[in-house]
């Protein structure tokens, strides 16, 4: 018991790290329902819009370092991705069922026109689509019976993530600041993938035409 704890210490403390965003915004929720004093400003459902949609991009940078963390410092921490991963999807849901629920009353038309009418919403929409298959396919059985296209399925983090950058820059109202923060982070985590591909294909190439050299000899 105390093995398994200790083995799984560091997965525990990621869960309830990731956890404390979702548990003071369920706080300051109740705060606000019973009438009390909370933090959720004079507009607690814009609010609560920023707050999720920020963590759900958070998440999301988070998943995509994961993999050049591991190999730049070798801790093997490509075990807590699909973690982060489904975090991701959590605060996505909760930023969704805020604007579907509390901002739009299950107005579906209106839900429906908006996501047409305004380029801002079609991106986070089609981020956040492209999300749900990534989550449904986290499970372990899942995994193993998906196999190689489960890889070629999950690469669609990168365009989801790039669509829900696009979605930030052109929802924030002044300070464009944090957006642009989001992109560069994109940015470097995007040519990273780039580079280690483009290296990696490169070996092959040469491994491939030393084998050619000793076959010609
Ligand atoms: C992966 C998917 C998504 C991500 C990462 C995301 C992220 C964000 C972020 C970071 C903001 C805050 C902008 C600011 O600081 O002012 C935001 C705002 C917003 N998002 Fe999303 N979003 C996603 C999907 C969606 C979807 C599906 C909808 C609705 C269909 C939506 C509706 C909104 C609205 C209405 C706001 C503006 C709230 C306001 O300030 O009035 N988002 N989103």
Redesign the pocket.
């Known amino acids: 018991m105390i093995k398994a704890l200790r083995k799984n210490l560091l997965r525990i403390c990621l869960h309830l790290l990731s956890l404390i965003p979702a548990t003071w915004l369920g706080w300051q929720v109740w705060l606000w329902v019973n009438f009390a004093a909370h933090d959720l400003t004079a507009n607690p459902i ?1 609010y609560i ?2 707050f999720t ?2 963590w ?2 958070r998440f ?1 940078l988070i998943t995509l370092s994961i993999s050049p963390l591991s190999r730049l410092t070798k801790w093997s921490l490509l075990k807590y991705r699909r973690l982060f991963g489904l975090y991701a999807f959590l605060y ?1 849901l909760l ?2 069922l805020n ?1 579907m629920v509390l ?1 739009y009353y299950f107005d579906w038309p209106l839900i429906i026109e908006d ?1 047409f009418k305004r380029p801002a ?1 079609s991106f ?2 089609m ?2 689509c492209l ?1 749900i298959p990534l989550a449904v396919t986290s499970f372990k059985f899942v995994i193993k019976k998906m196999a190689k296209s489960w890889q070629t399925l999950h690469q669609l983090i990168y365009l ?1 993530t790039i669509f ?1 950058v696009i ?2 820059y052109m ?3 002044a300070d464009v600041l ?1 957006p642009i923060i989001h992109g560069i982070i994109l940015s470097f985590l995007l040519g990273y993938r780039i580079i280690t591909r483009w290296n990696k294909q490169k070996s092959i190439f040469k491994k491939q035409l030393a084998w050619n050299n000793i076959l010609q000899k």
């Open positions: 814009e819009t920023d949609g920020g759900t991009i999301l996505g930023h969704f604007y901002d996501i919403i986070g929409m981020a956040f999300l989801l829900a979605h930030n929802m924030v109202k944090v």
